[in-house]
């Protein structure tokens, strides 16, 4: 919802004040001025702030607040000694090293362009203009840098470095060191380089870091007995996938927070859009209505209606895209219900799988949609907002969710589908909805060149999966993370926990071969 960002940051001062008082017997300045300048900012907003009822504010979303914040903090200037790493040590601009003396002088960026800067001409008042109307040619600048070079430089310490690339390009040597070089001739330059080498080396010294062990690919083994003992078919993917989600979510019990106030997101509206059309699957089992696109608009506005009073911006854009899917959704519709008797929409299913001892694994799932046909045949319909899983990916076992459906209402999982409908295996389809195109059934078939059929295929992932469950949950097999690189899914919530950046910058991503 809306919030009062003036007043949040007033409360945000009095939660923070406490982090960011000095130590006791330390003051402010000891304490740091970057964290006295945050402080004082603290003090000035608590202070200010008129936080009763109907005094100014500015509305806003929670997740508003820190670009908010981060404007008034910009705002404020830290003097130029908050970054002196030494009290001996000042890091000094043109201007301010002409009035100042010091033992020792470091002259950095000693590159063209840089020392000294690029004359500049300007687009409107060429040399014979600006030298009619009083003003100092371009190359003043050049010549005010050079006599500042010299300054600097003739001191009896005096450091000059220069950076061989800057953005990751090459630079070319500032005019004045050039001019210095010829002036001094080789054998004084190369006497000069070789003392400053000692400087160079210990910066690489500084810089240099301990050799580290590149981390290792996590693969925990709590023991069979912390095998969890019920899946649904979407997590058996995830556990095809990137079995150290399941380890970090069953094993662990680690479930992975929201950000405060995030708003509605793609799941959201994927979870809307399958229950209105839940809803109206339900509400009319035996046959179409009359009006259905009226019907489907109905129950869309009062879904939607959820959101439209917190998020407006997300409800002008889910309800014309809704709109949109209404038409395309009608005429699929129709075109589907001829061939169907009977129809369940969100019906729950599950099949055990035995281990050993009496022990045994429960595989469920949710079905959008079962349709039974006059014939007693089955099909199976997944309603997807996102991407749609390639027949590849389902015929090799890492998009498994349909094919295994299919072999839970094969075996009798769903309790409302007749016998005669568990005789065949059913026909399986996506049906993606809510993108560019309002609405697109995807066929899950075996894939171009695969001489095995869509039952096999079920039959072999039942078997594996069936391999699988019994490599966890009594032979105690290691839970990998991303053990096929190429198939894993692009965001994980545990990949921070598994610590993937580390080591496949390490070299461990290396792609495995799915067995």
């Known amino acids: 919802g809306r919030t009062d960002l003036v007043a949040l940051s007033a409360r945000h001062a009095e939660c923070v004040a406490s982090l960011t008082e000095p130590a006791p017997g ?16 603290f003090d000035d907003l608590s202070l200010s702030v008129d ?111 220069r950076a061989r690339k800057r953005g990751g390009k090459p630079t070319v040597p500032s005019r004045f060191l050039e001019r210095m070089r010829a002036f001094v001739g080789e054998g004084t330059w190369r006497d000069a380089a070789t003392r400053g080498a000692r400087y160079l080396h210990l910066a690489e010294a500084v810089d240099a870091s301990a050799t580290v062990p590149p981390v290792p690919r996590p693969e925990p083994r709590p023991g069979p007995e912390r095998f969890p003992r019920r899946l649904s078919v979407t997590e058996i993917e995830t556990l095809v996938r990137d079995p150290y989600g399941i380890f970090a979510r069953h094993v662990l019990r680690l479930e992975p927070l929201d950000p405060p106030a995030l708003p509605p997101g793609v799941a959201e509206r994927g979870t809307l859009l399958h229950r209105v059309l839940a809803d109206f699957a339900s509400a009319h089992p035996a046959g179409l209505p009359d009006d259905a696109e009226n019907v489907l608009l109905r129950l869309g506005a009062g879904a939607l209606a959820e959101i439209a009073d917190a998020y407006p911006e997300l409800h002008a854009l889910w309800w014309p895209a809704f709109r949109r899917l209404v038409p395309a959704f009608g005429e699929w519709e129709r075109e589907r219900r001829g ?39 089955a099909a199976i319909v997944d309603f997807k907002t996102g991407r749609v899983p390639t027949n590849r990916e389902m015929a090799v076992g890492f998009s498994p969710q349909l094919t295994l459906e299919a072999a839970i209402l094969m075996r009798g999982g769903f309790a409302e589908v007749p016998d005669a409908a568990r005789r065949a295996v059913p026909r399986l389809d996506y049906v993606k909805i809510g993108g560019r195109v309002p ?26 999966l069936e391999s699988l469950v019994r490599r966890y949950a009594v032979e ?40």
């Open 26 to 41: 330390q003051s402010r300045e000891e304490d740091g001025r970057d964290t006295a300048a945050l402080s004082d900012l």
């Open 51 to 161: 936080i009763r009822p109907g005094s100014a504010s500015v509305t806003g979303r929670f997740a508003d607040y820190p670009a908010f914040f981060a404007a008034l903090a910009r705002d404020r200037t830290l003097p130029p000694d908050a970054w002196t790493a030494h009290p001996g040590i000042q890091i000094l601009g043109l201007l301010e090293a002409r009035l100042l003396g010091a033992d020792r002088v470091v002259l950095g960026g000693l590159d063209e362009t840089v020392w000294p800067p690029a004359s500049r001409t300007d687009a409107f008042l060429n040399r014979p203009m600006r030298t009619g109307l009083g003003l100092t040619p371009p190359e003043r600048r050049i010549g005010q840098t050079a006599h500042d070079f010299v300054q600097a430089v003739c001191i009896p310490d005096a450091i000059v470095t």
């Open 339 to 377: 061939g169907i008797a009977a129809l369940l929409a969100e019906r729950s299913g599950a099949i055990d799988i035995a281990l050993r001892d009496g022990d045994a694994f429960r595989l469920t799932c949710r079905a959008d949609r079962i349709e039974i046909g006059p014939d007693g045949s």
């Open 439 to 464: 609405l697109e059934p995807v066929p899950v078939l075996p894939p171009r060149g695969d001489a095995r059929s869509l039952g096999a295929i079920v039959e072999e992932h039942i078997g594996g």
């Open 476 to 515: 105690g097999a290691g839970y990998r993370s991303r053990p096929y690189p190429q198939y894993a899914r692009r965001f994980s919530p545990y990949d921070h926990l598994s610590r993937v950046k580390e080591w496949s910058l390490a070299g461990e991503d290396e792609e495995e071969t799915a067995g």
